[in-house]
């Protein structure tokens, strides 16, 4: 019961903070997070978020297979994408998964990002 207390928690404040991050002037700290979710969510590398024309362009990891974490990897298999979205609150929402090791990913990125200061006061009450 405390194990799902903690997800739904986690869920809420990520959906929290997406709607705080897109309704305010786009800081660094933001636009990791934006794009660190969209990242998460299409396995994708080099995002760049064009906020004034409501545009995404990545490129998206074809195969894992090539990837090696102990090379220099030259070579992954890449998709060059390019995304126009309506309304990046709802889109990046969308991209909110709720399985267990992205819900990890999700309290390790408020942490790394360091979103449990005062400005927007998540987490404060757990």
């Known amino acids: 019961m405390k194990n799902t207390d903690i997800k739904s928690r986690i869920e809420n404040n ?3 903070l997406i709607s705080s991050t897109c309704s305010q002037r786009i800081d ?18 080099d995002v760049t978020i ?6 995404l362009d990545m490129d998206l990891v074809i195969d894992d297979t090539f990837y090696d974490p102990n090379t220099i990897n ?5 998709f060059k994408a390019n995304f126009y979205y309506l ?4 889109f990046l929402k969308s ?4 399985d267990d090791r992205s819900i990890a990913f999700y ?5 790394s990002l360091n979103f449990l200061d005062e400005h927007h006061k ?3 009450t757990a």
């Open 14 to 16: 990520i959906y929290s």
């Open 28 to 45: 660094d700290k933001s636009r990791a997070l934006h794009i660190a979710i969209i990242k998460k969510h299409y396995n994708a590398t």
């Open 50 to 55: 064009d906020y004034f024309r409501k545009r």
């Open 74 to 78: 030259t070579y992954i298999p890449t």
């Open 87 to 90: 309304d990046l609150q709802d």
């Open 95 to 98: 991209c909110i998964e709720r």
């Open 107 to 111: 309290a390790s990125l408020l942490r």
């Open 122 to 124: 998540l987490l404060k």
